[in-house]
């Protein structure tokens, strides 16, 4: 158990369907993210939420939109998907994006399979 | 570019050591980390190198090589519940995580 939770944990839907991502942390962290894991390939940064403020999108495409109402709970809002955004979506969060040794701590992510 | 390369799949026997090679490079550099991934959960952190030397944490230990561009992690006295994926992580100057495609560890009786 990280303190982190995702919902739901698997998810399959049609390139023209619209759905949510949601996760809540637990730990009291000021900072959370976004990240994609697609098979054999590094982690992708997507966003980055500071004292729910965006500070980073990774040139993410726009059917992708983050919404994060608070310091605990960040949303990730699914439109218009292709097959290629297939992947594995996790979402983590930590204390100070600032700090040199700040370590995250992740969800179990949702698996996303777009037919 | 930034880039980080550790090998894609290894293989050894319980109760045996392995080691988990790393070479990065970033722009810049402000600590070295290894998580583990158990297949289907959540990637969690072992350890944090930022100075050269080796840093033992139980059966697992960690080494930084920074003029090398270099890390190991050593996992000793091998368990079946160590097979999982091993990630490492190097931050840069902007303290941005770059991360290599991980590393799956089966561990075989």
């Known amino acids: 158990e990280t303190g982190v939770t995702q919902t739901p944990r698997h998810l399959v839907m049609g390139m023209t369907n619209k759905k949510s991502l949601k996760c809540e942390q637990h730990?009291?962290?000021?900072?959370m993210y976004w990240y994609k894991q697609s098979a054999k390939k590094p982690l992708e940064l997507m966003f980055v939420?500071?004292?729910?403020?965006?500070?980073e999108n990774n040139s993410v495409p726009s059917r992708f939109s983050p919404e994060c109402p608070n310091s605990s709970h960040l949303f990730l809002h699914l439109h218009t998907l292709q097959p290629e955004d297939s992947a594995l979506y996790l979402c983590?969060?930590?204390?100070?994006?600032?700090?040199?040794?700040?370590?995250?701590?992740f969800g179990s992510g949702t698996q996303l399979s777009v037919l | 570019g930034q880039n980080i390369d550790q090998p894609t799949e290894m293989t050894a026997t319980e109760g045996a050591i392995v080691q988990i090679n790393c070479t990065y490079q970033?722009?810049?550099?402000?600590?070295l980390f290894w998580y583990q991934q158990h297949a289907g959960e959540a990637p969690t952190f072992l350890s944090y190198?930022?100075l050269d030397g080796l840093e033992e944490k139980g059966r697992f230990s960690s080494f930084l090589s920074r003029s090398k561009g270099y890390s190991y992690l050593l996992l000793k006295e091998l368990q079946m519940k160590d097979s999982a994926s091993y990630l490492c992580?190097?931050?840069?100057?902007?303290?941005?995580?770059?991360w290599g495609a991980g590393t799956k560890l089966i561990i075989k009786p």
């Open positions: 983590a969060s930590s204390q100070d994006p600032g700090v040199g040794s700040e370590k995250l701590f």
């Open positions: 730990l009291g962290h000021n900072a």
């Open positions: 939420y500071n004292f729910k403020e965006q500070t």
């Open positions: 970033t722009s810049g550099f402000n600590g």
């Open positions: 190198n930022v």
């Open positions: 992580a190097s931050r840069d100057s902007n303290y941005q995580l770059i």
